[in-house]
């Protein structure tokens, strides 16, 4: 297995643009969520979703589209690239039956100029 | 409300000291889980441990050991005899019992010097 996997590993924005970061997980979990780290701030959840079809808001998902077509794919976009946004975020899935135990993929680091 | 505060931002020690890194927690669930990752250098996030509410047995594995306290709402963490490997950021976190949303708290930066 190649567990959760998130695809690019660094990205250089221009405000305004809009993009794509890739999540896929091979575990067959059902549960799947996406995290920003900011310095002193810790991880903060943007969206999750509990299966396919199925997405809802976290803490900060102001900026940020998510969809989950497929139990494995996560991806998360963004609309329109601001400065704030520049961060590392981090995707993580679980399996239903233990919900509460996530497995994170590497990062994707984030600069938007 | 759920959150979690780690006080300890930066903490520094020669290596084969003990240290413990402090995680108190709030929730209004009554089932809840807690947990602790190890996020070295490169960046990865690694789990460690994770804790029900229900089980307050204290865990020992090798030299890391964790003392959950629910009277206190503390889940701390204690490295023994550290080594400089241990040198990472360190995030406790808790889940309740609806959703799927974790709530970490803002990590403590480990240093082992040797």
């Known amino acids: 297995n190649a567990g959760v996997t998130q695809t690019p590993k660094f990205q250089v924005l221009k405000t305004g643009q809009s993009m794509t970061l890739q999540c896929a997980q091979d575990?067959?979990?059902?549960?799947m969520s996406w995290y920003r780290q900011d310095p002193g701030m810790g991880l903060r959840l943007i969206h999750y979703?509990?299966?396919?079809?199925?997405?809802d808001q976290g803490e900060v998902p102001n900026g940020y589209n998510v969809s989950r077509s497929t139990t494995e794919d996560f991806p998360l976009r963004l609309l329109s690239a601001a400065p704030s946004q520049t961060s590392v975020y981090f995707c993580?899935?679980?399996?239903?039956?233990?919900?509460?135990?996530?497995?994170f993929g590497p990062g994707t680091r984030l600069l938007v100029l | 409300a759920q959150k979690v505060t780690q006080a300890q931002t930066e903490i520094s020690v020669v290596e084969k000291e003990d240290v413990t890194l402090d995680c108190v927690y709030e929730?209004?669930?009554?089932?809840?889980?807690l947990f602790w990752y190890k996020q070295p250098p490169s960046g990865e996030l690694v789990f460690l441990i994770r804790?029900?509410?229900?089980?307050?047995q204290n865990e020992i594995s090798g030299r890391y050991s964790w003392n959950f306290q629910k009277s206190t709402s503390s889940f701390n963490f204690t490295i023994t005899a550290s080594q400089v490997v241990d040198s990472a950021v360190y995030f406790c976190?808790?889940?309740?019992?609806?959703?799927?949303?974790?709530?970490f708290g803002t990590g403590t930066s480990l240093t082992v010097i040797p």
């Open positions: 804790r029900n509410s229900f089980d307050e």
């Open positions: 929730t209004r669930d009554t089932t809840y889980y």
């Open positions: 979703s509990v299966g396919a079809g199925i997405t």
């Open positions: 976190a808790l889940r309740g019992n609806t959703g799927n949303q974790f709530y």
């Open positions: 993580a899935s679980s399996h239903g039956n233990r919900p509460e135990t996530q497995y």
């Open positions: 575990m067959n979990h059902e549960y």
